[in-house]
């Protein structure tokens, strides 16, 4: 596919080597790729993430820019690091990890306590209402005893 903007030929230094792409033009000192246009060797921090890496403190090295679909959304600007120069995720600690665990629990344990009796179901209370079936029950009884 052939388009019709304007690119420029940029060199971007990735640790030992030195990339050389096509780009839009630059952004805050930085080149600006459109989607699917970044060199293999530039990842955002969430393609870092998935491979088990992140971005450790480094500056980003370019800017990836696209749409979305949808008509009203903005432009979106994502960093791209160099997937050479990034380090390993640490894995977390065993307090860490119990820490996750008791904070799910006590999230969990938020969702299925109604707020009217206080009391903690088998099931999820509904959002709009944070009240469980009984409550909510009792509540719409009333509604309809004041109405007539």
């Given at each position: ?55 450790a403190g ?75 079936w009984s ?11 004041v109405a007539?």
């Amino acid at each position: 596919m052939v388009r019709s903007r304007k690119q420029n030929v940029v060199h971007i230094a990735d640790g030992d080597t030195t990339l050389v792409a096509l780009a839009r033009g630059t952004r805050d000192g930085l080149p600006v790729f459109g989607w699917g246009e970044a060199p293999a060797g530039l990842l955002t921090t969430t393609q870092l993430r998935a491979a088990g890496l992140s971005p450790a403190g480094l500056d980003p090295l370019a800017l990836l820019v696209f749409r979305h679909r949808k008509p009203y959304a903005r432009l979106t600007v994502a960093e791209l690091y160099s997937a050479v120069a990034a380090a390993a995720r640490p894995e977390p600690t065993e307090a860490q990890r119990v820490a996750r665990l008791r904070n799910l629990e006590y999230a969990q344990r938020a969702l299925r306590t109604c707020v009217d009796c206080a009391q903690e179901k088998n099931y999820r209370v509904p959002t709009s209402t944070r009240q469980c079936w009984s409550c909510l029950e009792i509540e719409m009884a009333n509604a309809v005893e004041v109405a007539a």
